[in-house]
Nanobody, 115 residues
C-alpha cells in the first residue's frame, strides 16, 4: 500500500506563487510520486504535470510556462511550483504515482486563487 500526502495548498492572490509538496508516508515502500493532477467540482480530474519514466516532463497546455515539477528521490517527494497564479488554477490538487500497475493518489490539497 502506497500512501501519499500532499501539502502546501491555500489561498493565494492572482499573480502569486505557490509550491506544493507530495511525499510517500508509507515507510515500507520506496517510490517517488511523479504526477500532479487537479480537479474542480463537477469536472474530471485532469493532468497538469508528469515526470515520465524516461525523465521527460509533460505539462498540460494550459499551464505551460507557469508550472514547474521536480522530484527529490532521496526524500521520495515530488514538488509542483505554480507561478503567476490565475483564478482558473483554483482546484484541489492531487499527486499520484503508478506503482506495480496500480495508480495511487494523495488526499488532495485545495488551492484557491482570489483577491
Amino acid at each position: 500500500q502506497v500512501q501519499l500526502v500532499e501539502s502546501g495548498g491555500g489561498l493565494v492572490q492572482p499573480g502569486g506563487t505557490l509550491r506544493l509538496s507530495c511525499t510517500v508516508s508509507s515507510s515500507s515502500v520506496t517510490v517517488t510520486p511523479d504526477g500532479w493532477y487537479r480537479q474542480t467540482p463537477g469536472n474530471q480530474r485532469e493532468l497538469v504535470a508528469l515526470i515520465a519514466s524516461d525523465g521527460e516532463i509533460h505539462f498540460a497546455d494550459s499551464v505551460k510556462g507557469r508550472f514547474t515539477i521536480w522530484r527529490d528521490i532521496a526524500k521520495n517527494t515530488v514538488y509542483l511550483q505554480i507561478n503567476n497564479m490565475k483564478a482558473e488554477d483554483t482546484a484541489t490538487y492531487y499527486c499520484s504515482v503508478l506503482f506495480y500497475g496500480a495508480m495511487y493518489w494523495g488526499q488532495g490539497t485545495p488551492v484557491t486563487v482570489s483577491s
